[in-house]
């Protein structure tokens, strides 16, 4: 399904024995130019709710307890109303594209954590298609386009798992946020299994995208392929390997995923411009293991 901006869907479940379970209020995507006089006060607004918005393309501002904010793209604000906060567009701006979800109170603890932990801004960068919590809205957006969010249950399992989306988010390291699922999960799979005999195959089956499209974002993130990532989580083990133990270069190689010691011998050498077993004998090696593995 195509997804486009211009549509705003909400939702109000009657089934007021649930209404404790979080909810989803809102979601929208939205073009706004100077003559809409777009300004949302927080302070006036009656119904309590849970706002998460993301800047698509364009600037806005946010106000957060008298403290002005740029809006920029790759953005996203989480804010509480009402409350002490102010979002709009300055007449100055051409436009300001965003995303933008609104949640009922049920995740208010959860909520107010990401807040305290990560601040009222998130930092999406310029990973902005390629990410987890931005694949969610889009997943929801498109489940509310297509009239599919028909019950109080589905809508809570929704939001849930959106505020979860954002946690996980906060709580990475942030070299590791920018990166998508499918390189993480290829990244994951070759550290967990490097040892083993795989290779391309393996590793795109487990990225769950086309090995084009694998290459290309390991590429474009990491700047080499993975096979080359693999390559070098193997070299840095055998490092590990020889520095830290007696065992045999076969043995080593076995350990390390390589099919035999000469063909590790080969591929050693070709990364650290030295044979193994003269790396051994180095008697700097403790001083040099790691300084042609970046």
């Known amino acids: 399904m195509q997804l486009n901006f211009e549509k705003n869907i909400g939702f109000r479940f009657l089934d007021n024995q649930y209404k404790e379970l979080p909810a989803i209020y809102n979601i929208g995507w939205e073009r ?44 996203g604000f989480l804010i509480m ?17 965003f995303k933008f979800i609104t949640l009922s109170l049920g995740l208010t603890s959860l909520w107010s954590s990401i807040i305290k932990q990560n601040g009222h801004i998130i930092n999406f960068g310029n990973f902005k298609n390629q990410n987890d919590v931005l694949t969610y809205w889009e997943y929801i957006y498109g489940l509310a386009c297509s009239d599919a969010i028909k019950n109080v249950y589905t809508s809570s399992s929704l939001a849930y798992c959106f505020l979860m989306e954002l946690q996980r988010w906060v ?26 005999s795989i290779g391309l195959r393996e590793m795109t089956l487990a990225s769950g995208v086309s090995k ?12 080499e392929s993975p096979v080359q990532y693999l390559i070098k989580l193997r070299i840095k083990k055998a490092v590990q390997l020889i520095i830290d133990t007696s065992d045999s270069m076969e043995n080593i190689a076995i350990q390390c995923g390589f099919s035999s010691g000469n063909y590790f011998a080969k591929v050693f050498k070709k990364w650290m411009k030295v044979s193994p077993s003269d790396f051994r004998q180095d008697a700097l090696v403790d001083r040099i293991g790691y300084m042609y593995i970046t």
């Open 32 to 75: 706004r130019i100077p003559e809409d006089k777009y300004n949302h006060d927080c302070r006036l607004r009656k119904e309590p709710q849970l706002i998460f918005q993301y800047t698509v393309s364009g600037e806005g501002r946010l106000e957060v307890h008298g403290k002005v904010h740029k809006l920029k793209p790759g953005q």
């Open 81 to 97: 109303a009402p409350g002490p906060y102010r979002y709009w567009q300055e007449p100055s701006q051409k436009f300001w594209e």
């Open 212 to 223: 084009y499209h694998l290459i290309r974002l390991f590429k474009e993130n990491l700047g």
């Open 171 to 196: 709580d990475r390291a942030p070299e590791e946020r920018a990166l998508s699922r499918p390189i993480r999960d290829c990244m994951t799979f070759i550290q967990k299994n490097f040892h083993k």
